[in-house]
C-alpha cells in the first residue's frame, strides 16, 4: 500500500514538475512573436529570466518584441538589461570559445545588442546614442553597410546633410538600397 501512494506521488509529482529548459521556452517565445504573440512571448520570457535573470538572450529577445512593437523605450531597456548581463555596454566581455569557460547557448554578442539597440535610439532621436551603437558595430565588422547607412540617417535627421551623404554613399557602394534611396533624394552625386 505504501509503495503505491508512492509511486502516485511520484507520478503526480513528474506530471507537475515543468520540465521544458531554457532553450525550449525561448524557442516557444521566438514562435510565438514571429505569428505576432507577442504578449505570449514576452510572459514565456520572463518565465526564462525568472529562474536565471541573467539570461543575455532573454533580455535581447524581449529588446527585440518590444522594437517590433514600437515600444521603444522598453526595448532599449532590454537591449541595456542584455548588455548589463555581459558586464555593461562600456565594458562587456563577449564569450569567447576556450577550454576554461563553459560555453553559453544564451550569450549574444555586445555588436548585435548594439545594432539593435541602436535603431530604437534613432526612433526616440537619441541620435547620439544610436550613432555611437552603429560605430560599435562598425568597429567590430558587423552590419557594416547597415551601420553606415543608420549613421547617416541619424546625420540627416540632425541636419548634417553632408556628413549624411558621405555615409550614405560608402553604404550605397557596399550595396545598401536604403542608402542608395537616400543618396538618390538628399546628396548632390554630381
Not at 30 to 44: F, P, S, Y
Not at 48 to 71: C, H, M, Q, R, S
Not at 102 to 111: F, K, T
Request: with cysteine; aromatic share 12%; hydrophobic share 35%.
Amino acid at each position: 500500500m505504501l509503495i503505491k501512494k508512492l509511486l502516485i506521488i511520484a507520478t503526480i509529482l513528474i506530471t507537475s514538475c515543468n520540465v521544458k529548459s531554457e532553450e525550449e521556452y525561448l524557442f516557444d517565445a521566438t514562435e510565438l512573436a514571429e505569428n505576432g504573440k507577442h504578449q505570449d512571448a514576452i510572459e514565456v520570457i520572463n518565465k526564462v529570466l525568472k529562474t536565471n535573470p541573467n539570461n543575455t538572450l532573454a533580455y535581447f529577445n524581449l529588446g527585440l518584441i518590444f522594437k517590433e512593437k514600437e515600444d521603444y523605450q522598453k526595448s532599449i531597456e532590454c537591449f541595456n538589461k542584455a548588455f548589463n548581463t555581459k558586464g555593461g555596454d562600456k565594458r562587456y566581455i563577449d564569450y569567447v570559445p576556450n577550454d576554461f569557460v563553459p560555453s553559453s547557448h544564451y550569450d549574444v554578442p555586445g555588436h548585435e545588442i548594439a545594432f539593435e539597440r541602436g535603431i530604437p535610439y534613432t526612433k526616440i532621436d537619441s541620435l547620439n546614442l544610436a550613432v555611437n551603437d552603429f560605430l560599435i558595430c562598425i568597429e567590430k565588422k558587423y552590419m557594416i553597410k547597415e551601420s553606415h547607412a543608420s549613421i547617416g540617417y541619424c546625420y540627416l535627421i540632425s541636419g548634417m546633410t553632408s556628413e549624411a551623404c558621405k555615409e550614405f554613399k560608402f553604404s550605397a557602394r557596399l550595396g545598401d538600397k536604403f542608402a542608395s534611396q537616400m543618396l538618390s533624394e538628399y546628396c548632390d552625386e554630381n
